[in-house]
Antibody, heavy 116, light 107 residues
Framework: EVQLVESGGGLVQPGDSLRLSCAAS????????MTWVRQAPGKGLEWVAS????????YYVDSMKGRITISRDNAKSSLYLQMNSLRAEDTALYYC?????????WGQGTLVTVSS | DIQMTQSPSSVSASVGDRVTITCRAS??????LAWYQQKPGKVPKLLIY???SLQTGVPSRFSGSGSGTDFTLTISSLQPEDFATYYC?????????FGGGTTVEIK
């Protein structure tokens, strides 16, 4: 059974940094692109970043480009999202998602709240 | 960037009704279009991929059609468990983009 378990969310102040993690199991992690998708409270879905199978290719949403870095450790079947200079508008539930063009498996999400 | 526009933003319907949701892309996405269902407090669920392919385990009352810029999600006979928000998403090119969502409400 495919499982994606996010962690690392929390309450931070504007300007702070946070690193999200996603532990994958139930599939051969290194064979799949992975993605972060977020959803602000009461709002729609927004794609944040994707990374290819070996980590050599990264893609980012413009609104967060320069502030975030997606990475992966295939030996640990883990996906990461380093977020810096966080803003109030980054407050959202962040989902770890397997990307097979479409998004076929989603984690439960980890909540990031940016507030002073 | 490819903008995805869904209509309507909400629809009220009764059990047994046929419901159609449309999604328009600002430029062609071939058939790289997916549909997701999200219930309140739950994780989005993939319904349709490649515009018209039904994801394993999804009831056959759901169907998708279209290519290029215009797409449709149809629920042939609405069931109580189908009341939810539906999103389209283009997978043609980065940045990947979602439609704004369509909420199917009980009439």
């Amino acid at each position: 059974e495919v499982q994606l378990v996010e962690s690392g969310g929390g309450l931070v102040q504007p300007g702070d940094s946070l690193r999200l993690s996603c532990a994958a199991s139930g599939f051969t992690f290194s064979n799949f692109w992975m993605t972060w998708v977020r959803q602000a409270p009461g709002k729609g879905l927004e794609w944040v970043a994707s990374i290819n199978k070996d980590g050599s290719g990264e893609y980012y949403v413009d609104s967060m480009k320069g502030r975030i870095t997606i990475s992966r450790d295939n030996a640990k079947s883990s996906l990461y999202l380093q977020m810096n200079s966080l803003r109030a508008e980054d407050t959202a539930l962040y989902y770890c998602v397997r990307y097979t063009r479409p998004f076929d498996y989603w984690g439960q999400g980890t909540l990031v709240t940016v507030s002073s | 960037d490819i903008q995805m526009t869904q209509s309507p933003s909400s629809v009220s319907a009764s059990v047994g009704d046929r419901v159609t949701i449309t999604c328009r892309a600002s430029q062609g996405v071939s058939n790289w279009l997916a549909w997701y269902q999200q219930k309140p407090g739950k994780v989005p669920k993939l319904l349709i991929y490649s515009a018209s392919s039904l994801q394993t385990g999804v009831p056959s009352r759901f169907s998708g059609s279209g290519s290029g810029t215009d797409f449709t999600l149809t629920i042939s006979s609405l069931q109580p468990e189908d009341f939810a928000t539906y999103y389209c998403q283009q997978a043609n090119s980065f940045p990947l983009t979602f439609g704004g969502g369509t909420t199917v409400e009980i009439k």
